[in-house]
């Protein structure tokens, strides 16, 4: 961001927004704005946020703003910065002894800037809200019950993918939808199984991998299997994941989705 010269404050180098998140998902089935009440930026916001990024911050972090060592704001790479919460507060109060300033936005202009960042710069994306990863990590292991069937850093059963990494491996959007409708956004190598073998053994689990010849899973006891196609008497894909929408609120998916983004594996 460019230095302001009639204020007072600095910026660090990201943004931070306590308004709420866009989720219009609504284009591609998924959840509508209504639902959501007002925790959403809206295509205006994500657009208006283009003009003040522009105007205020691309001299400094570049038009795609990856020119600031260890920031790019359009991937959501921060130094410190995780939740919009935290982005506000760089905004406004600035960062690194003034060499991020702060700026005295407007809240619609701050607002903006924020959606359009987390819309990974695309004008007509789609943003999403990044919540407290503190309270997600408690969310993820309590009312959420992620952790009932998914593994991190070596905890956690194998039942459903291990999530130590994901954080680098899909983008705020992808979680939320994993998160608001699994069965949209699920690979389909991960799809649960339902297999009958010729002696008679019903195994279910979840695909790891699969040939022309042979399928390997993790069962429903999270045994690793290896089954030759020739021996099945049937062997069945769901078109449903094993795991139904979650029933947190907007808040709660926001900050479940800022601690899944802490997940980037071992260091």
């Not at 105007?55 to 060592?69: F, K, M, N, T």
């Not at 390997?216 to 062997?235: F, G």
């Amino acid at each position: 961001m460019k230095h302001p010269k009639h204020r007072d404050s600095v910026w660090n180098g990201r943004p931070q927004a306590v308004l709420l998140a866009f989720l219009t998902l609504s284009a591609s089935g998924i959840v509508s704005a209504q639902e959501l009440g007002d925790h959403q930026y809206t295509s205006e916001a994500i657009q208006a946020g283009l003009r003040v990024y522009s105007r205020e911050c691309a001299l400094c972090h570049g038009p795609q703003g990856d020119l600031v060592s260890g920031i790019n704001l359009a991937r959501g790479q921060f130094r410190t910065a995780s939740s919009d919460d935290d982005l506000r507060s760089v905004i406004t109060e600035g960062r690194a002894q003034g060499q991020m300033p702060a700026f005295a936005l407007r809240e619609e202009e701050l607002s903006g800037v924020i959606a359009y960042i987390r819309a990974g710069f695309d004008p007509d994306g789609v943003a999403i809200r990044i919540g407290d990863p503190v309270r997600g990590r408690e969310l993820f292991t309590g009312k959420g019950r992620c952790a009932d069937c998914h593994r991190v850093n070596g905890e956690g059963p194998r039942t459903a993918p291990d999530l130590s990494a994901i954080g680098v491996m899909r983008t705020p959007a992808i979680l939320q939808l994993n998160l608001l409708d699994p069965a949209a956004a699920v690979l389909p190598i991960n799809r649960p199984v339902r297999i009958v073998t010729r002696s008679e053994e019903t195994i279910t689990g979840r695909r790891l991998n699969e040939d022309t010849y042979t399928v390997q899973l993790i069962d429903s006891e999270e045994r690793l299997r290896s089954l030759q196609k020739s021996e099945l008497v049937s062997y069945e894909v769901s078109e449903q994941p094993s795991k139904q929408p979650t029933d947190l609120s907007s808040d709660e998916v926001a900050d479940v989705i800022g601690y899944l983004l802490t997940l980037r594996g071992a260091p």
